[in-house]
């Protein structure tokens, strides 16, 4: 695929970013558009490697990720982009996943760790070539609206409008059943809207996208909280099929001494204050969590602390720190990290690279455990007391031993809990009956997507567990079609 020679020939260049400290001043998206001849030319870094990892798209034990899990057919449009046949690479790119212009800015590229050519060189830029096409298929005008030819007659309800639901209700749709998606929230897209900050997905990304699947005939409804607005046993009268795609949202907390003091705050509820008032308002009305002029404290070294960082640059916090739990990450794979699983290495992400340049330094201390939050004669929080741990498994659990001499007390204005989520919210799925699983997901098959009640449906993170968009989206379109075959007998959805 692509030039048999070219990845020897060419090497890998990324698309180029707008430089930290400039991007910093607003919040606006920082890739910039590369000519297409550079992306032609990585793109016939793609190597005729007769079993594309790539777009193998599957997991292994530890939930380490091997190439794309919504099947992307990379090597066909990596070999169509380099000879300039950019509509036909558009086409094979929507085959298998319906929003590319969400995956190609925020997916961290499980696809480009099982690259051929990052066995002994760096990857192909899979991801910003994605990127790419779709927005140059947005440009020229290809992407319009396709509704389908004929209905079906039959009614189906998506909850939840995430990626996971969105894919679910696109698929749906083409089949030519009538879908409504439920929103709780003002603004549909779920996390893609409120919990990646605009920089990363700029809401217009996503409307633009929104009113094509409208103009197909997809019905959103916004505001309305299935279970309280609209009650759950109504779904069963007015539609032929649910599908749950309500995602994982019950937080995971720091049960530690001082953690009822002002200033600590769950990581998503910052991140959606703040998006929100930017899209009402562009902060004016002053509803949101400030980090302007404080000291900042993120705990947990996932991608929602890094939004954290990025958002609170932006409001020019006085100082900033990551506390990261696991110890800091080598350059090179370890023994149990071989190719082609997603590569357990050093990086630096752009909230870290843009906290560099502002402090001076990257802000992550590594194998950090607070112990304790202490607060000021207001009850607020001033400083947080932490030990370094190493992680240690005995009989089978993970332990933290805390390293005798290694208490250290931080100062602290605003701190920011980014360690991830332990399930979905529990109401709707009691109210509904719905069995769970002991992680209190709820208890789908997974290629199967049926829950213990007749015609309804889960995918997503609410089914697997906290996960990425693009296992949302590849969820979502398995449900639906599922969700086709049970209503229509037979599927032509893939």
């Not at 996960?467 to 979502?476: D, K, N, P, Q, T």
Request: aromatic residues 8%; contains cysteine.
């Amino acid at each position: 695929m692509g030039k048999p020679t070219g990845f020897m020939e060419y090497t890998r260049e990324a698309p180029p970013k707008k430089s930290p400290l400039e991007r910093v001043k607003n919040w606006q998206e920082f890739q910039i558009i590369m000519p297409e001849e550079k992306v032609q030319a990585q793109g016939a870094r793609c190597m005729d490697c007769a079993v594309p990892f790539c777009q193998t798209g599957t997991t292994m034990e530890g939930s380490e990720e091997i190439g794309c899990p919504v099947y992307n057919l990379i090597p066909e449009w990596n070999d169509l982009v380099y000879r300039g046949k950019w509509k036909q690479a558009l086409e094979r790119l929507h085959k298998t996943n319906n929003f590319p212009e969400f995956t190609g800015r925020v997916c961290p590229a499980p696809c480009e760790g099982s690259c051929t050519v990052a066995l002994n060189d760096d990857p192909v830029t899979i991801k910003s070539i994605e990127y790419h096409i779709v927005e140059k298929g947005f440009k020229e005008g290809w992407i319009q609206p396709s509704p389908p030819k004929k209905r079906t007659g039959k009614k189906v309800a998506v909850i939840g409008s995430g990626p996971a639901g969105l894919a679910a209700a696109a698929q749906l749709n083409k089949a030519g059943h009538t879908v409504t998606v439920f929103e709780k929230d003002d603004r549909i897209g779920g996390l893609l809207t409120y919990g990646i900050p605009d920089v990363k997905l700029s809401y217009h990304v996503i409307e633009r996208r929104l009113h094509l699947l409208e103009e197909e005939g997809v019905t959103f409804v916004t505001n309305t909280e299935i279970g309280s607005d609209y009650p759950s046993d109504k779904l069963n009268k007015e539609f032929d099929a649910v599908i749950l795609c309500t995602g994982s949202q019950v937080h995971r907390d720091v049960p530690a001494e001082g953690r009822g003091l002002d200033g600590i705050h769950y990581a998503m509820d910052f991140l959606r204050a703040n998006t929100k008032s930017l899209l009402d308002s562009q902060h004016e009305d002053g509803d949101y969590i400030s980090a302007k002029g404080k000291d900042v404290i993120v705990i947990g070294g996932g991608d929602t602390g890094v939004d954290c960082i990025t958002t609170s640059l932006r409001h020019e916090c006085n100082s900033l720190i990551q506390f990261d739990i696991h110890p800091e990450k080598g350059t090179e794979r370890g023994e149990d990290n071989p190719w082609p699983l997603y590569p357990q290495v050093y990086t630096q992400e752009e909230g870290h690279k843009e906290a560099q340049a502002v402090f001076g330094d990257d802000p992550r201390a590594y194998k950090v455990m607070t112990k304790k939050f202490v607060g000021d004669e207001n009850g607020n929080v001033k400083e947080l007391h932490t030990v370094e741990v190493d992680t240690v498994y005995e009989n089978g659990k993970k332990v933290r031993k805390e390293i005798p001499g290694t208490e250290k007390v931080w100062k602290a204005d605003l701190v920011f809990l980014a360690i991830g989520f332990t399930g979905p919210e529990q109401e709707l799925l009691e109210q509904m009956k719905i069995e769970t699983d002991g992680r209190s997901n709820v208890a789908a098959e997974y290629g199967k997507y049926r829950t213990n009640q007749e015609g309804v449906f889960a995918a997503g993170d609410n089914r697997r567990g906290q996960s990425l968009v693009v296992w949302a989206i590849h969820e979502g379109r398995e449900a639906a079609r599922e969700c086709d075959k049970y209503l229509m007998g037979s599927t032509h959805l893939v």
